[in-house]
């Protein structure tokens, strides 16, 4: 057995285990948390499998961007942030842990089998061809995503503001 092997069936056992921590804790903070740790051992399969442009974007994009929006989320709409009964739902957490685990076992077989210990890589990337094609074709599709990202959390801010503003004339 290689090193990049044992590198990679180490990965997935830590990939595994962060996934599990994501649908099983009862604490919105703590999945986030596992939820980032999840996300940046998966860009370093995608590191190890020689995927530069895919592993970068997916922690710019995934871990720089949703999980701070996420985070931002729970912080304005002051959801509860230590554990809460209402949300603790056993039959929920199983079912979300044996499909987290399917997924990995999924996902594992067809690293294991795509590769069978003969790992290529491919001195031609085709990040320039795919940056070519992001900013020339399909700049105004992501231009609108973001702007209908900014709109989303410009209302989420609204009704975070409005929720202040009643509790204010109440008071008064």
Not at 17 to 44: D, G, K, P, Q, Y
Not at 49 to 73: D, K, N
Not at 95 to 112: D, K, P, R, T, V
Not at 140 to 147: C, N
Request: hydrophobic share 60%; no cysteine; charged share 15%.
């Amino acid at each position: 057995m290689e090193i990049y092997e044992i590198v990679t069936y180490f990965v997935l056992l830590l990939l595994l285990s962060t996934a599990l921590r994501v649908v099983t804790t009862t604490n919105v903070i703590h999945a986030a948390v596992s939820l980032v740790f999840t996300l940046a051992l998966t860009a370093t399969l995608f590191l190890l499998l020689s995927a530069e442009f895919v592993a970068l974007v997916l922690i710019l994009v995934y871990i720089g961007a949703v999980i701070v929006l996420f985070l931002f989320g729970i912080m304005i709409t002051r959801a509860p942030l230590g554990k809460n009964a209402e949300l603790d739902n056993d039959k929920n957490k199983k079912a979300g842990a044996i499909l987290a685990f399917a997924i990995f076992l999924l996902f594992s077989f067809i690293l294991i089998s795509g590769f069978s210990g003969e790992i290529t890589i491919d001195q031609a990337s085709s990040t320039q061809l795919l940056g070519e094609i992001l900013l020339t074709r399909f700049v105004f599709p992501f231009e609108i995503v973001s702007f209908v990202l900014l709109a989303a959390l410009i209302g989420g801010i609204t009704l975070a503001r409005k929720d202040d503003a009643l509790i204010n004339e109440d008071q008064i």
